[in-house]
């Protein structure tokens, strides 16, 4: 079965500082991923994506996320943390010729 | 411009109603998906369509039914409403079942089952 695990439910960092979310999956496949924000009482908006291109992906807003096979991670980071990224980020696993498989979700706070 | 649009944003039914939840997308996407998001356990699928007049279970659909009459419009019903069902409801629609371009959700509906 393929699945989607994000190891923190809620991290907490200071305005300006590293942001670190993190994500393993399971697959038997080479999947896509896929990392999603939510903000308060909005909707799911796409931040990047790995489809078996470059391994180290941007997306918007400053984010990126490294693609490991070896340690089946996909772990999300920014340089530098700012107060507009509070939200709760979702990591997305899409299996080959199967739907997506969303993680718990990981809420964000930035402190100022 | 519209993208996703999920009608109405706030619902309050009591237990036993039933009610029906649209889905609207201008995209002309084949693929479309119905979630519910509670705390601490992400999204779960309801059900999904993979083309106009086809719909198909997903993780969680008992106590729900949907439609696909239109390939723009994807239609969840409540038949009995349950306080189990209060959630907050995803619509989502994708062009090529996610592989490439991923999904694309409207903003939510809240739904409040008393």
């Known amino acids: 079965a393929q699945s989607v695990t994000q190891l923190d439910s809620h991290v907490s960092v200071s305005e300006g500082t590293p942001v670190l979310l993190r994500c393993n999956y399971s697959?038997?496949?080479?999947?896509?991923l896929f990392w999603y924000v939510q903000h308060p009482n909005k909707g799911l908006q796409l931040l990047l994506k790995?489809?078996?291109?470059?391994?180290l992906v941007k997306g918007i807003n400053g984010f990126e996320a490294e693609f490991k096979k070896s340690e089946t991670s996909f772990h999300l980071t920014k340089p530098s943390a700012h107060m507009s990224d509070a939200a709760e980020y979702f990591c997305?696993?899409?299996?080959?010729?199967?739907?997506?498989?969303f993680g718990a979700g990981t809420r964000l706070t930035v402190k100022p | 411009n519209a993208g996703v649009t999920q009608t109405p944003k706030f619902r309050v039914l009591k237990t036993g109603q039933s009610m029906t939840l649209l889905c609207a997308q201008d995209?002309?996407?084949?693929?479309m998906y119905w979630y519910r998001q509670d705390p601490g356990m992400g999204l779960r699928l309801i059900h999904y369509?993979?083309?106009?007049?086809?719909?198909a279970k997903g993780e969680v659909p008992d106590g729900y039914n949907v439609s696909r009459l239109k390939k723009q419009n994807f239609l969840l019903g409540l038949e009995s409403a349950a306080p189990s069902q209060t959630s907050v409801y995803f619509c989502?629609?994708?062009?090529?079942?996610?592989?490439?371009?991923?999904?694309?959700f409207g903003s939510g509906t809240r739904l409040t089952v008393v």
């Open positions: 989502a629609s994708s062009y090529d079942r996610g592989r490439w371009y991923g999904y694309t």
């Open positions: 697959s038997s496949y080479s999947p896509s």
């Open positions: 790995y489809t078996s291109a470059a391994t």
């Open positions: 997305v696993v899409r299996p080959n010729n199967n739907d997506m498989r």
């Open positions: 995209m002309n996407h084949e693929y």
């Open positions: 369509s993979v083309g106009e007049g086809t719909t």
